[in-house]
């Protein structure tokens, strides 16, 4: 318990009891009686305000928690693609946000975001010969995206997302094209080899 707190109820107890003093010696002794009753009543909830707000922070701690762990196993525990993606391919549009950064011994390469199934934001990473800002076909698994994904740097569509006027939606585009359904002029052979040689063995 804080010592100021302590300190208000013994502050609190000279007042009164000077005050009593100033109206009558009866009026003191039942003061004098009454008022460390009050003291320990205002401790107690006190305590219990305490022990309350710690139950609360618990609680709270617990919750971010749960929430960190099913983050984690829905989307940071992400396998390296495989050819198990091509089953289900979906292809639609991901938009590179940082800069080049890293080593080769740590990890380098750019950051990037795509939209999959209903709206759902993914924040990666992938080394490539990418440029900031520019946008670029992403492939994932439709059905599982803890599968994997890819990011193909031989595919910049920035200008050709304008010229056939696809647009964000809600600052993410909401598209899931299956490969026959690409609208771009790539021959659709080589965005599938594309994606096969960027694959890793199973």
Not at 116 to 136: C, L, T
């Amino acid at each position: 318990m804080s010592i100021y707190f302590v300190f208000i109820i013994y502050f609190y107890h000279l007042i009164y009891i000077d005050i009593s003093r100033l109206v009558n010696c009866r009026k003191y002794i039942s003061l004098q009686l009454l008022l460390p009753m009050h003291g320990i009543l205002l401790i107690r909830r006190y305590n219990s305000f305490s022990m309350k707000r710690e139950n609360k922070v618990l609680l709270i701690i617990i919750i971010c928690g749960i929430s960190w762990i099913i983050y984690f196993f829905k989307y940071k525990s992400i396998s390296p693609p495989t050819a198990v993606i091509l089953k289900n391919a979906k292809y639609t549009v991901g938009e590179i946000t940082s800069v080049y950064y890293g080593d080769r011994a740590r990890k380098k390469g750019n950051d990037f975001t795509f939209s999959y199934k209903e709206g759902v934001i993914i924040n990666a990473h992938q080394d490539g010969e990418f440029i900031y800002g520019r946008k670029y076909l992403v492939v994932y698994d439709s059905v599982n995206i803890r599968n994997g994904y890819l990011i193909l740097d031989k595919f910049d569509i920035t200008d050709s997302l304008n010229k056939y006027h696809i647009y964000e939606s809600n600052d993410h585009y909401d598209i899931g094209w299956s490969l026959a359904e690409i609208p771009f002029k790539y021959d659709k052979s080589d965005i599938e080899q594309e994606v096969k040689m960027n694959l890793r063995s199973e």
